[in-house]
């Protein structure tokens, strides 16, 4: 039983703190394998995938990715309205706190802060951390690779991730000059939107004086929200040299290999 009166069908219960782009992939799986899924996320995230990640709803109220919706709730009452919806609630709480009224089942660290933020072991029944910054049997009880090679998406049962290479993955033989990077602190002013076409060298935002500038030609598959501050070395956005605009909206391959990898780490657990 989850709160007065609510007797829900399925009974496991995942928590996933971060509703960036891979936070949202992974949400976007398990909520289709009928899993309840709530998401935590801090009060001004800075997504540059924003057609794909549920943060989004924190802005807007509400964010769909594929089919799934995601709802900004504020209190517990609200996560389980959410799930009798056929929604994943989605609460500005950057401690997880609300963990303490949910008791999930499952917790997963999706924040990708290539380290670890206070996520332990004894957080769930089931703690899973992705990418590097965790070791599975000490912080976590499974690690999930996150790195663009052949172990994507793998299940690791001891020790840690491959190291953070630093690069994004390759679209098109293109790696980092597709992505824009904030070059001091200030505020991210933009009036391009997703999809939109760019040319190489063509100016697409400004942060005070500095202009913003791409390196190729394509379309804008990510971008940072007008108007957050940001700090040097934030990444601002990302250039995709195809001119599909459809891509802005789906979930990537890579992504994808990452929530398998976090639902066969489930399946191990608990389809015994």
């Given at each position: 039983?989850?709160?007065?009166?609510?007797?829900?069908?399925?009974?496991?219960?995942?928590?996933?703190?971060?509703?960036g782009?891979?936070?949202?992939?992974?949400?976007?799986?398990?909520?289709?394998?009928?899993?309840?899924?709530?998401?935590?996320?801090v009060?001004?995230?800075?997504?540059?995938?924003?057609?794909?990640?549920?943060?989004?709803?924190?802005?807007?109220?509400?964010?769909?990715?594929?089919?799934?919706?995601?709802?900004?709730?504020?209190s517990?009452?609200?996560?389980?309205?959410?799930?009798?919806?056929?929604?994943?609630?989605?609460?500005?709480?950057?401690?997880?706190?609300?963990?303490?009224?949910?008791?999930?089942?499952?917790?997963?660290?999706?924040?990708?802060?290539?380290?670890?933020?206070?996520?332990?072991?004894?957080?769930?029944?089931?703690?899973?951390?992705?990418?590097?910054?965790?070791?599975?049997?000490?912080?976590?009880h499974?690690?999930?690779?996150?790195?663009?090679?052949?172990g994507?998406?793998?299940?690791?049962?001891?020790?840690?991730?491959?190291?953070?290479?630093?690069?994004?993955?390759?679209?098109?033989?293109?790696?980092?000059?597709?992505?824009?990077?904030?070059?001091?602190?200030?505020?991210?002013?933009?009036?391009?939107?997703?999809?939109?076409?760019?040319?190489?060298?063509?100016?697409?935002?400004?942060?005070?004086?500095?202009?913003?500038?791409?390196e190729?030609?394509g379309?804008?598959?990510?971008?940072?929200?007008?108007?957050?501050?940001?700090?040097?070395?934030?990444?601002?956005?990302?250039?995709?040299?195809?001119?599909?605009?459809?891509?802005?909206?789906?979930?990537?391959?890579?992504?994808?290999?990452?929530?398998?990898?976090?639902?066969?780490?489930?399946?191990?657990?608990?389809?015994?």
């Open positions: 039983m989850y709160g007065k009166g609510r007797e829900l069908k399925v009974r496991v219960v995942v928590l996933i703190k971060g509703a782009e891979v936070a949202s992939g992974v949400a976007h799986r398990l909520f289709r394998t009928h899993l309840m899924v709530c998401m935590t996320e009060p001004e995230p800075q997504a540059v995938s924003r057609g794909v990640a549920f943060c989004e709803a924190i802005y807007d109220g509400e964010k769909e990715v594929e089919g799934v919706v995601a709802r900004n709730v504020s517990a009452e609200g996560v389980f309205k959410a799930w009798e919806e056929g929604k994943i609630p989605l609460v500005v709480d950057p401690e997880a706190s609300i963990r303490e009224v949910l008791r999930p089942d499952i917790l997963v660290d999706a924040i990708m802060a290539k380290r670890n933020l206070g996520t332990r072991i004894t957080d769930a029944p089931l703690v899973i951390g992705l990418g590097p910054g965790f070791c599975a049997g000490r912080d976590v499974v690690v999930v690779e996150t790195n663009w090679s052949e994507l998406g793998s299940v690791i049962l001891k020790g840690e991730a491959e190291k953070d290479t630093g690069l994004p993955f390759p679209v098109d033989g293109l790696t980092s000059e597709r992505v824009l990077h904030s070059p001091a602190d200030g505020i991210f002013l933009s009036d391009k939107q997703l999809g939109d076409d760019v040319a190489a060298h063509e100016v697409v935002a400004s942060l005070g004086e500095m202009e913003i500038k791409t190729i030609g379309i804008v598959r990510a971008l940072l929200r007008s108007g957050v501050k940001v700090k040097k070395g934030t990444k601002l956005g990302e250039i995709d040299p195809s001119a599909d605009r459809d891509v802005c909206f789906l979930i990537r391959g890579r992504v994808r290999a990452i929530a398998g990898g976090v639902l066969e780490a489930i399946l191990m657990r608990f389809n015994t």
